[in-house]
Antibody, heavy 126, light 109 residues
Framework: QVQLQESGPGLVKPSQTLSLTCTVSGGSISSGSYYWSWIRQPAGKGLEWIGRIYTSGSTNYNPSLKSRVTISVDTSKNQFSLKLSSVTAADTAVYYC??????????????????WGQGTMVTVSS | SSELTQDPAVSVALGQTVRITCQGDSLRSYYASWYQQKPGQAPVLVIYGKNNRPSGIPDRFSGSSSGNTASLTITGAQAEDEADYYCNSRDSSGNHLGVFGGGTKLTVL
């Protein structure tokens, strides 16, 4: 079955760029009509969707983060990546990657994140 | 509006039925999906679409929707259902951007 695993530095200095990679195993990142998303969760707080990418390279970002976020995909490595620039302490969180699907059904749009990575903690501190 | 509103906390007696709700304008056009998150673990999808359960999710979990409100119902709550529950939908921009509710802490008494 498909599994996702996040990797990257656990500590990033303020003003620098946070870089994470999600490796997809057990299946091809290019198979099926899936998007691939990044989601984060500060300690003790709720989930925040960061953005997504399709294997064609098409991206969508959370408007609140759009100016600082870049998501890319490397289909040859079965990976997709997140870059978040100019980080501050407010970006300290557990970062999850997730498989993201959507379709129209029963008159409305159906979307969900059906497979998640285990998450990786990123701390922004000098 | 792209906001989803959930009650911060709900409690239920063991074996009883509990409904967790999620309100937002986008729910008039988009189905909600629901996630269970236990401490130190990644969220798990429990309900999506009109009322679909992924493989492995007990049938005591069900979903429904009316107007701008989506609901997750647990019929016969078990101790292991104690967790945080998040709803998720897409915003109304037309790009299906993701948006989460603030989460509901479910306590099983």
């Amino acid at each position: 079955q498909v599994q996702l695993q996040e990797s990257g530095p656990g500590l990033v200095k303020p003003s620098q760029t946070l870089s994470l990679t999600c490796t997809v195993s057990g299946g091809s990142i290019s198979s099926g009509s899936y998007y691939w998303s990044w989601i984060r969760q500060p300690a003790g707080k709720g989930l925040e969707w960061i953005g997504r990418i399709y294997t064609s390279g098409s991206t969508n970002y959370n408007p609140s983060l759009k100016s600082r976020v870049t998501i890319s995909v490397d289909t040859s490595k079965n990976q997709f990546s997140l870059k978040l620039s100019s980080v501050t302490a407010a970006d300290t969180a557990v970062y999850y990657c997730a498989r993201d699907f959507g379709y129209y059904g029963s008159g409305s749009y159906v979307g969900a994140f059906d497979i998640w990575g285990q998450g990786t903690m990123v701390t922004v501190s000098s | 509006s792209s906001e989803l509103t959930q009650d911060p906390a709900v409690s239920v007696a063991l074996g009883q039925t509990v409904r967790i709700t999620c309100q937002g304008d986008s729910l008039r056009s988009y189905y909600a999906s629901w996630y269970q998150q236990k401490p130190g673990q990644a969220p798990v999808l429990v309900i999506y679409g009109k009322n679909n359960r992924p493989s492995g999710i007990p049938d005591r979990f069900s979903g429904s929707s009316s107007g701008n409100t989506a609901s997750l119902t647990i019929t016969g709550a078990q101790a292991e259902d104690e967790a945080d529950y998040y709803c998720n939908s897409r915003d109304s921009s037309g790009n299906h951007l993701g948006v989460f509710g603030g989460g509901t802490k479910l306590t099983v008494l």
